[in-house]
C-alpha cells in the first residue's frame, strides 16, 4: 500500500515530538546563557546567601537569600491556609457528601482552578490589603500576611482538586471492611482512608507549593516589595518571583541586573524542578505498587 | 462509645467547616470582583480604546489583543500537542525516548509562568528579533500551553479501547488510517475539551506576555502579528501598578477583571459541558 505516506505520517508526528525536549532545552539554555555570567562578577554563595539586593547601587549588590526568604515565607504561608481547607474539603466531598453534591463541587472546583492569578491579583490590592492594614492597624497591608491568604486561596482549588482525585481512588472495599468491624466514619477517614492515599496528598500538596512559589502576579501586587528579610508576617517582602517581573523592566539587555535576574529565575527553575522531580517519585511509586 | 461518636461527629463537622471556609472565601472574591466590574461594564466600554491615559475609556484594544494572542498561540500549539500524543501513543519507540519526552513534558508544565517570559523575551524578543509583539508573546504561550494540549490529547486517545484499533487493523487498515479515521474521530470530542481549557489558561496568563507581548497603553489596534498589544490581564497590572489617578482607574481594573473571567469561565465552563456530555452519551 501507501507506505511512503505511512512513513511521512510517521515521521511527521515523530518530528512533532521532539519539540518539547526542544523547548525544554531552549528554556534551560536560554536561562543560564543570560544568567551565568553574573557569576563572573559575585560568587555563587554570595549570590545565594548574600542578603544585600542593591542592583541598581552605584556599587550594585546581588545578593539573593532576602528573595528567597520573601518566596519561601509567602509560599509556607499559602500551604498553611491552602492545605487544611483544600484537604478539609477534599476528604469532605469525597467521603461526607452526597453523590449529587459531589457531581456539582467538581466541576466548581475545577472552574476555579482556572481564574487567572492577575484576578486575584486585583482583590488582594484592592479589596483584602486595605481590609487587613485597617483590622491590624498597620502602615501598609501589602505584606506576608495579606500575600500568604490570597497565594492559598488561589491553590485551594489545586489541592482540593488533586486530593480528591486520590480519595476517590482508595477501594471501596476498604471503608466497608473499617466500618464493619465498627470503627466510626471518623476513624474511617482518619486511619483508613487518608493514609491510603497518602501518597496522592503528598503530591497534591508538592504540586501546590511549586504553584505558590512560582507565582507571579499575586506576589507582585500584593507583597508589598521591600527586599529586607521580613521579621514579622505584616512586613512587607519581594519574593523572587516579583523581583524578576517589578525589575525586568528597568534592565538593559546584558547588564548585570539583567543578568542578575536571569540568575534568580535559574535558582526558581532549579527549585520546582527539584520538586516536580520529587513528586513524580511519589507519584510513580503509587501507580507501580 | 458515646465519646468515639461524639468525636467522630465534631471530625466531621470539621470538615464541612473547612469547605464552608473555602466556599465563603471564594464567594466573596467573586461577589467583590463582579460587585465592583459589573457596573463599569457596558457596551462602549468593551468598544472602545482607553482614553486619558487610561483613567477612562474602555478596553477594547485589550480585548482584541488578547483574541489574538490566544487564538494565535493555540494555532502554534494544537497541531504540535495533537501530533506528539499521536506518536507517544500510537508509535512511542525507543522507550527511551519516550522517557525523555515524557519527563519533558512534566518538566515544562511545572516550570513558572514568569520563567516562560525570561525564555521569550531571550530567544523571541531579543536573540530572534521579534521585538516585542503579538508573535513573540504568541509563542511564549504556545510553550506554554503546549504540556498542556499534549496530556489531555494522551488522555482523550487512551481512552479509546483497543478494540476499535484491532478492529481497524483486522479489517486491513494501515496505522495511519487507523489513527486518522477511527482513533482520531473517537478521541476527538475529549481532545477539543482538553484544549478548550488550555485556551481559558492562555487567555488569563500575565507573567509570559509582560516582556513578550503587552504594552501599556494603544489607542490603536495591532497593524500584524510583529506589533505590540494591550491584552486583558496585563492591562489590569498595569491599572493597578501605573498611573496616578487611582479613584479611576481602579474601577477600570474590575470591570477588566470581570470581562476576563467570563470570557475564562465560560470558555472553561463550555469545556466542562462538553465533557459530561460526552461522558453521558459515551457506550463504551
Known sequence: MNTYKEKLFKALTYTASLFVIIFLFGIIYSIFREGLPILKVVKLQDFIFGSAW?????????????????????????????????????????????????????????????IPSVIYGL???????????????????????????????????????????????????????????GATKWETI????????????????????????????????????????????????????SAIAAEMGETVVGDLHYQSLFA????????????????????????AR | MTYRRLKSHIGINLLRLCLAVTALFLIAFLFRIFSKGLSVISWQFLTTPPKNSMTAGGIYPALVGTFWLTVTSIGIAFPLGIMTAIWLNAYGKPAWLVRIIRISINTLAGVPSIIY???????????????????AGALTLA??????????SEEALKSVPVDFRDASLALGATKRQTIMRVLIPTALPNILT?????????????????????TFYSRRLPNGIFDEVMA????????????????????????????????????????????????????W
Open chain 2, 143 to 152: 510553550v506554554l500551553a503546549l504540556p498542556m494540549i499534549i496530556n489531555a
Open chain 1, 123 to 181: 482583590f488582594g490590592m484592592a479589596f483584602l490589603a486595605p481590609a487587613v492594614r485597617q483590622w491590624f492597624n498597620l502602615p501598609t497591608g501589602l505584606n506576608v500576611f495579606t500575600s500568604s491568604i490570597i497565594l492559598g486561596i488561589m491553590v485551594i482549588p489545586i489541592i482540593a482538586s488533586m486530593s480528591e482525585d486520590a480519595l476517590s481512588t482508595v477501594p471501596k472495599a476498604l471503608r466497608e471492611s473499617s466500618l464493619a468491624l
Open chain 1, 190 to 241: 482518619v486511619r483508613v482512608v487518608v493514609p491510603a492515599a497518602k501518597r496522592g496528598i503528598i503530591g497534591s500538596t508538592l504540586i501546590g507549593f511549586g504553584r505558590a512559589i512560582g507565582e507571579t502576579m499575586v506576589v507582585l501586587m500584593v507583597a508589598g516589595g521591600s527586599a529586607k528579610i521580613p521579621s514579622s508576617i505584616f512586613h512587607s517582602t519581594r519574593p523572587m518571583t
Open chain 1, 54 to 114: 542593591y542592583p541598581t547601587h552605584e556599587i550594585p549588590e546581588f545578593g539573593i537569600w532576602t528573595l528567597i526568604i520573601g518566596s519561601v515565607y509567602v509560599t509556607l504561608g499559602a500551604l498553611v491556609v491552602a492545605l487544611p481547607l483544600g484537604l478539609g474539603s477534599a476528604v469532605y466531598i469525597s467521603e461526607v457528601a452526597s453523590p449529587r453534591m459531589r457531581e456539582i463541587a467538581k466541576p466548581i472546583i475545577e472552574l476555579l482552578a482556572a
Open chain 2, 117 to 135: 517570559g525570561l525564555f521569550g523575551m531571550a530567544l523571541f524578543v531579543n536573540m530572534l528579533r521579534f521585538d516585542v509583539s503579538i508573535i
Open chain 1, 264 to 287: 534568580i529565575a535559574i535558582v526558581l527553575f532549579l527549585i520546582t524542578f527539584a520538586t516536580n522531580i520529587f513528586t513524580e517519585i511519589v507519584f510513580l511509586k503509587r501507580s
Open chain 2, 194 to 214: 482538553g484544549t478548550i481549557i488550555s485556551i481559558g489558561r492562555v487567555a488569563g496568563e500575565t507573567a509570559p506576555i509582560m516582556f513578550t507581548a503587552a
Open chain 2, 232 to 283: 486583558l490581564p496585563y492591562h489590569i497590572y498595569a491599572l493597578m501598578t501605573e498611573g496616578t489617578k487611582a479613584e479611576s482607574q481602579v474601577p477600570i481594573a474590575y470591570g477588566t477583571a470581570v470581562v476576563l473571567l467570563m470570557l475564562v469561565l465560560s470558555i472553561s465552563a463550555t469545556a466542562i459541558i462538553i465533557r459530561y456530555r460526552i461522558r453521558k452519551k459515551r457506550k
